[in-house]
């Protein structure tokens, strides 16, 4: 039934596309097109801006770096710029279609190069709102704690966005949750974002070119989650020559390569990144045991990135990247009576296979196959020797996600006044909602059995087209995404428009608007208190009702002396079908063979609002940015709280930062960021009483504590001051760098988590806050070569 069905829906919503993509025809027009590029590496430059001085026309490479402008036959100056590299200039006469490729030059310092007729793209010019980009090289610059850089730490000061307990990284964004967020590296998706329980990003990022942060006003190509994408793209590969860099840290190591394989044709990159703590630790475990005695300890993290691109001819190219990483924390330990072992470990492996294609100078195609696979599981064995004979039992707990998509994704812009995107994919989930394997043998008995296995699939589709048009002042990106979903026997579709509108006003300012319906058909099953790499993925069924929402948002956008862009923004979102679990339930209550999740949930809706201030400079010596956040965060379901709405757990008024990075001089650079967050909003006791029990053996005096309103305290509120400098030198064939850094520079008690105490000088109850991260200094030492 599913196919005819799949189809159907495929063959209607293709048709919806192709009835409504416009035909335009020109006369004495002409078409350039190509590629931006950067010189010293090859590396293809996103969102570089291709801007014709003497007609006022632009536009934007695209996520390959290629980019087609058609303008009527005349002289043209073409201005081709992005930041942290030289202008590039042009000048011909257009009387024909051209195809030039650009090479620009890195700037050391991101200092833009003043030419005459440079230009770039201001953010009051742009259709998109609510989306940031901050460049690599100023992430990688950025305090970080323990030293270690981190992608989703520095989203984390940006408006909008909240982290969840203090040096975690998760992201709530605009009221959403972890599950909400789209997380895409080289257009894959990731389940599982963090290392250590949440201290560390999967993202290393010397592997990475750039990152990119969309909170609302969502174009019709992305779908598929509530609150935010966050788009992460691997380098390509040096094409020209070989590279490396890496770093030895407090926790910490890595290592990156890339270089071609045939030059200007091929290319590679390999990066990896691994933790430590085991091999320091080890030898002084071992130190403590007696004869006979063996331990052997896993406790760390690794990444391993790779990618090789292939450069077929000048309008074909093949990409093939490849991500794996995983969390390993176990023991053994033997002794002449036997052995015990256990641990928990979790991990994600993807993989893409892409394939550019230029079809005409006017229209792209990129086609990609993707597979990602999130695991996670706990395991514990022993063994002993009785009567000369050894007996055992082991137990292992695991559980997932494994997707395989297919996507078709196609440029086409027709003129400066229109960029088309359209294309659809095709997605394959397979669940694994928890499953525990068992073995035993003692004696004559042996157990191998396989409890609480109960994999399912679905099958997810998704079809969009969108126009970025401009009429006089009014710009406006209209699309349309529609999608699909099948279970069994159930069958969710889903409309869902897409509005962007920007109107410039004198003086350089400009108005935007946005308004963005998405659905959400897969599921996290997470307490609120902590998301945990053993929270379970879940598709929506007949019974669990797929997550939406829609949102609105409207702002204003400005530059000021050329680089300073600020923009303020007011959203209100409205989520329903979120999910949690019941007062009570909770992962562990199915982990041992109960497999009815579905009755362990309950689903209510969310209304989430706030005002976004940023104020960002890119370029320059200095760069960073101001942010605050002025938000509210309210759920409600009718089995928790008596029905009545309450706060989310992070539902925090204010959130300040101020971010800053200087270049004293070509060998010192200094950066800090300041931060500030009302506390996090928890249930408390608010009085008990005694009540006894009566048994065979006498009556027992036990206490009952009556839980206040949910969410209806507040924890301390949160601030710190991170500061770290860096010092470079260049030798004749490489460059080091000593990196110092300071995490929560004034020791201030931020809360970790709170409990409940006697105080005995009065016989009340108290609480008393947790903080775990006080001062701490990091030392780090770079090299590139």
Do not use: C
Not at 97 to 118: A, D, H, M, P, V
Not at 197 to 203: A, C, L, Q, R
Not at 496 to 523: T, W
Not at 658 to 685: F, K
Request: charged share 20%; proline share 3%; no cysteine.
């Amino acid at each position: 039934m599913f196919i005819p069905k799949l189809k159907y829906a495929l063959m209607k919503n293709f048709l919806i596309i192709f009835i409504f993509i416009p035909l335009y025809s020109f006369s004495q027009n002409f078409t350039i097109s190509g590629y931006v590029e950067d010189f010293n590496s090859g590396e293809k430059l996103i969102s570089a801006y291709v801007y014709d001085s003497g007609s006022g026309k632009g536009t934007v490479t695209n996520n390959y770096g290629f980019y087609s402008i058609t303008l009527p036959g005349d002289s043209i100056f073409l201005n081709i710029s992005y930041i942290g590299f030289s202008t590039e200039n042009k000048r011909f006469f257009l009387n024909k279609n051209y195809e030039f490729n650009f090479r620009l030059n890195s700037s050391t310092e991101l200092k833009e190069i003043e030419i005459t007729g440079k230009r770039k793209e201001k953010i009051e010019e742009r259709t998109q709102m609510s989306r940031v980009e901050v460049p690599i090289e100023q992430i990688k610059s950025m305090p970080a704690l323990f030293g270690e850089v981190d992608v989703l730490k520095v989203l984390q000061l940006l408006p909008g966005v909240q982290s969840g307990t203090e040096g975690t990284s998760g992201l709530y964004v605009r009221g959403g949750s972890p599950d909400q967020n789209l997380v895409l590296l080289d257009n894959v998706p990731v389940y599982h974002v963090s290392h250590l329980m949440g201290i560390f990003s999967v993202f290393n990022a010397d592997a990475l070119k750039n990152v990119s942060l969309t909170k609302g006003g969502f174009p019709a190509r992305y779908g598929g989650r509530l609150s935010s994408i966050i788009d992460i793209n691997m380098k390509d590969g040096n094409m020209k020559e070989y590279h490396g860099s890496g770093s030895i840290g407090n926790l910490t190591s890595k290592l990156m390569i890339e270089g071609p394989i045939v030059k200007d044709k091929a290319s590679f990159i390999v990066s990896g990144r691994r933790s430590y703590a085991d091999l320091f630790i080890k030898p002084f475990l071992k130190s403590s045991l007696q004869e006979g005695e063996d331990v052997s300890l896993d406790m760390y993290f690794y990444d391993l990135n790779a990618k090789v691109n292939y450069k077929i001819n000048d309008k074909n190219r093949l990409y093939l990247s490849f991500y794996s990483g995983k969390d390993i924390f176990g023991t053994k330990f033997t002794d002449s009576d036997g052995s015990y072992a256990g641990g928990i470990f979790w991990g994600n492996l993807i993989g893409a296979l892409r394939w550019n294609y230029q079809i005409s100078p006017k229209l792209f195609l990129n086609t990609t196959a993707t597979i990602s696979d999130f695991n996670s599981g706990v395991d514990s064995e022993f063994s002993y020797k009785q009567n000369n004979a050894t007996e055992s039992f082991s137990v292992k707990y695991s559980s997932g996600i494994k997707d395989y998509a297919l996507k078709l994704d196609f440029d086409y812009i027709p003129s400066p006044e229109h960029y088309i995107k359209f294309g659809g994919n095709i997605i394959d989930h397979t669940y694994n909602p928890g499953a525990i394997g068992l073995k035993a043998k003692i004696e004559d008995f042996n157990l191998d059995t396989l409890i609480g296995y109960n994999t399912s699939k679905s099958s997810e589709f998704n079809v969009y087209i969108e126009d970025d048009f401009t009429i006089g002042y009014l710009k406006a990106n209209l699309g349309l995404h529609t999608s699909g979903f099948m279970i069994g026997k159930e069958f969710y579709n889903s409309l869902q428009p897409r509005i962007g509108l920007r109107y410039l006003l004198n003086k350089g300012y400009s108005v935007k608007a946005s308004y963005s319906k998405m659905k959400q058909y897969v599921n996290l099953l997470t307490s609120e208190a902590l998301t945990t790499p053993f929270d379970l993925w879940v598709p929506s069924t007949e019974k669990i009702k797929p997550q939406y929402s829609w949102q609105a948002a409207a702002g204003m956008a400005k530059t000021f002396k050329g680089d300073y862009e600020l923009s303020i923004e007011a959203y209100y979102k409205k989520m329903k079908n979120v999910i949690s679990y019941n007062p009570g339930e909770s992962f562990f209550d199915g982990a041992f063979g109960e497999t009815d999740w579905e009755s362990k949930v309950t689903q209510g809706t969310g209304d989430t609002y706030g005002l976004e201030f940023l104020m960002q400079k890119s370029t320059g010596k200095f760069s960073g940015w101001i942010a605050y956040t002025l938000s509210w965060n309210w759920r409600q379901f009718d089995n928790i709280n008596g029905g009545e709405g309450f706060p989310f757990k992070y539902d925090r008024r204010h959130d300040f930062a101020i971010v800053g990075t200087y270049r004293i001089t070509d060998r010192i650079t200094l950066s800090s960021n300041w931060i500030y967050s009302t506390g996090n909003a928890i249930t408390l006791a608010t009085f008990k009483y005694p009540y006894f029990i009566n048994s065979s053996g006498g009556f027992y005096n036990n206490e009952i504590e009556n839980l206040s309103n949910k969410n209806s305290f507040r924890m301390s509120d949160s601030h710190r001051l991170d500061i770290s400098i860096e010092f470079h030198k260049k030798k004749k064939h490489w460059e080091r760098t000593w990196a110092l850094g300071i995490y929560n520079a004034y020791s201030h008690k931020n809360p970790f988590f709170i409990f409940p105490d006697n105080d005995y000088d009065t016989g009340k109850t108290i609480f008393k806050e947790v903080s775990l991260l006080p001062f701490l200094p990091s030392i780090s030492y770079l090299f590139k070569f």
